[in-house]
């Protein structure tokens, strides 16, 4: 059996697996915030204008009424999850896998307090030469991207106790055959890409899980060029997926179609809200029968036996 967790953490990643059969945890990414990010708060905020009524608007603009009270009488505050805490109901106190697509804060945030809190077994994090703005990054997330850098740019391994590891797209391993991974992307190629043209998300990783006959997708932050790499060269394994974690949280940015239509995904997950501007929603909808979006939704996980039945269940209905 398989479980795979998508985790409502705002602006931002988080993704735990459980491989059952192998007895191993897996998680990709990480965003440990306590607070929604200033644009999810917004459209929560115009949601929950719209479902009530003018005087409690009005309370709310004169300041009478806060925006947390605000959504919770409309019906639409809903909590981020903590990662740390999250796998600890689960009842893991370890971490066999810990995949860092690719170093953007919102996919590195909580890093160091996983580490501290779990005993992690092997990290997965391409060499690159990025660096961040820590100007922009809070204490805590310094300390994310001071220990990130310290796997990245090791010469020695383990670090710390830590096996650091750096698959690229085709590499097959031993325990990535137990448990049915394939790495799709990156290659050496689109990590100089992604240095040559200072994007990020063009080396991010994206990884594809079968179980049961299911297949699972998982996006990363990639964008065009990396698509189309998996495209030319990954047509046959990508074809008719059960469960699309969405590139880039839904974001136009993230969306190529000549992908989503091999990919034709039963399921596709996002974290995006609803601006135009930025949403590749309705784009999904015309090849998923189902888009969820975990700001909407919560949690959502998907549980797939060895048969390929399962069931998936939503925090918010």
């Given at each position: 059996?398989?479980?795979?967790?998508?985790?409502?953490?705002?602006?931002?990643?988080?993704?735990?697996?459980?491989?059952?059969?192998?007895?191993?945890?897996?998680?990709?990414d990480?965003?440990?915030?306590?607070?929604?990010?200033?644009?999810?708060?917004?459209?929560?905020?115009?949601?929950?204008?719209?479902?009530?009524?003018?005087?409690?608007?009005?309370?709310?603009?004169?300041?009478?009424?806060?925006?947390?009270?605000?959504?919770?009488?409309?019906?639409?505050?809903?909590?981020?999850?903590?990662?740390?805490?999250?796998?600890?109901d689960?009842?893991?106190?370890?971490?066999?896998?810990?995949?860092?697509?690719?170093?953007?804060?919102?996919?590195?945030?909580?890093?160091?307090?996983?580490?501290?809190?779990?005993?992690v077994?092997?990290?997965?994090?391409?060499?690159?030469?990025?660096?961040?703005?820590?100007?922009?990054?809070?204490?805590?997330?310094?300390?994310?991207?001071?220990?990130?850098?310290?796997?990245?740019?090791?010469?020695?391994?383990?670090?710390?106790?830590?096996?650091?590891?750096?698959?690229?797209?085709?590499?097959?391993?031993?325990?990535?055959?137990?448990?049915?991974?394939?790495?799709?992307?990156?290659?050496?190629?689109?990590?100089?890409?992604?240095?040559?043209?200072?994007?990020?998300n063009?080396?991010?990783?994206?990884?594809?899980?079968?179980?049961?006959?299911?297949?699972?997708?998982?996006?990363?932050?990639?964008?065009?060029?990396?698509?189309e790499?998996?495209?030319?060269?990954?047509?046959?394994?990508?074809?008719?997926?059960t469960?699309?974690?969405?590139?880039?949280?839904?974001?136009?940015?993230?969306?190529?179609?000549?992908?989503?239509?091999?990919?034709?995904?039963?399921?596709?997950?996002?974290?995006?809200?609803?601006?135009?501007?930025t949403?590749?929603?309705?784009?999904?909808?015309?090849?998923?029968?189902?888009?969820?979006?975990?700001?909407?939704?919560?949690?959502?996980?998907?549980?797939?036996?060895?048969?390929?039945?399962?069931?998936?269940?939503?925090?918010?209905?």
């Amino acid at each position: 059996m398989i479980k795979t967790h998508h985790l409502n953490v705002g602006h931002g990643d988080t993704i735990v697996i459980e491989f059952l059969d192998t007895n191993r945890l897996m998680i990709i990414d990480i965003n440990r915030s306590s607070e929604f990010d200033d644009d999810t708060k917004s459209e929560l905020i115009k949601e929950s204008l719209s479902r009530l009524s003018s005087s409690d608007e009005l309370n709310y603009l004169l300041g009478g009424l806060s925006a947390d009270n605000l959504m919770e009488k409309a019906g639409v505050k809903k909590s981020l999850t903590d990662p740390i805490q999250y796998i600890s109901d689960l009842g893991y106190s370890s971490v066999f896998r810990f995949v860092q697509t690719h170093p953007h804060a919102d996919h590195f945030t909580g890093m160091s307090e996983l580490f501290k809190q779990k005993s992690v077994y092997n990290i997965w994090c391409a060499k690159n030469n990025f660096t961040v703005d820590e100007s922009k990054l809070s204490e805590k997330q310094k300390d994310d991207w001071k220990l990130l850098k310290k796997f990245r740019d090791s010469k020695s391994n383990p670090v710390d106790g830590v096996t650091v590891i750096r698959p690229f797209a085709g590499d097959t391993r031993q325990y990535l055959n137990e448990d049915n991974i394939t790495v799709l992307s990156p290659t050496p190629e689109l990590v100089k890409l992604a240095q040559e043209k200072n994007n990020k998300n063009i080396m991010s990783y994206v990884l594809l899980i079968k179980y049961g006959g299911r297949k699972f997708i998982f996006g990363g932050d990639a964008e065009k060029e990396t698509w189309e790499y998996i495209v030319e060269n990954y047509e046959d394994e990508i074809k008719d997926v059960t469960v699309l974690d969405a590139s880039h949280h839904g974001r136009k940015s993230g969306y190529y179609q000549p992908a989503v239509k091999l990919m034709n995904p039963t399921y596709t997950i996002v974290s995006v809200g609803k601006k135009p501007s930025t949403d590749a929603t309705n784009s999904y909808r015309q090849y998923s029968d189902h888009v969820w979006s975990t700001r909407y939704k919560g949690n959502i996980t998907f549980e797939i036996n060895a048969d390929g039945s399962g069931t998936y269940n939503q925090q918010y209905t």
